[in-house]
């Protein structure tokens, strides 16, 4: 009897805590980008009470020259699309410089995040258009 409830006791604890695991969102991890003149930038993405958002571990290549910092917000609210199974909708963080080269304004934009395979992202503005207000953003990710 002792060995049976231990049985059912242990197959209740991994029911119970094998499927918390099963939650777990596959946007969250660490993404790189690639293929443009920001390749080498590094975000993590966790959750935020019922969003997630996108910290900036490394920025490289032109989020350098645009003023972009490790632990700037990058990517903030952001939360399953509704009508699309491989999309996220969120904001972006976009910086504006003066003319000594000093962040003058910095403002989120709505975009998309896009699956293109299990480990590939792409960044869409609202319109659909790639990488919003600049070139197509594409991250794979590295954890």
């Not at 980008?33 to 490394?58: A, N, P």
């Not at 290549?61 to 699309?81: M, Y």
Request: proline residues 3%; glycine residues 10%.
């Amino acid at each position: 009897m002792k060995n049976v409830l231990t049985l059912i006791t242990a197959a209740l604890f991994f029911l119970i805590f094998g499927s918390c695991g099963g939650n777990k969102d596959k946007l969250l991890g660490k993404w790189e980008r690639f293929d443009d003149e920001s390749s080498g930038s590094v975000i993590e993405i966790s959750k935020i009470g019922s969003y997630m958002e996108g910290k900036l571990t490394h920025p490289s290549g032109n989020l350098v020259e645009q003023r972009f910092e490790p632990g700037d917000i990058k990517w903030k609210e952001i939360v399953p699309d509704t009508k699309e199974k491989k999309r996220y909708s969120g904001k972006d963080l976009y910086k504006r410089l003066d003319a000594d080269n000093n962040v003058k304004e910095a403002e989120y934009m709505d975009i998309y995040f896009e699956f293109l395979s299990n480990d590939i992202i792409q960044i869409l503005d609202p319109s659909g258009s790639q990488g919003g207000i600049n070139k197509p953003q594409k991250w794979r990710r590295i954890n």
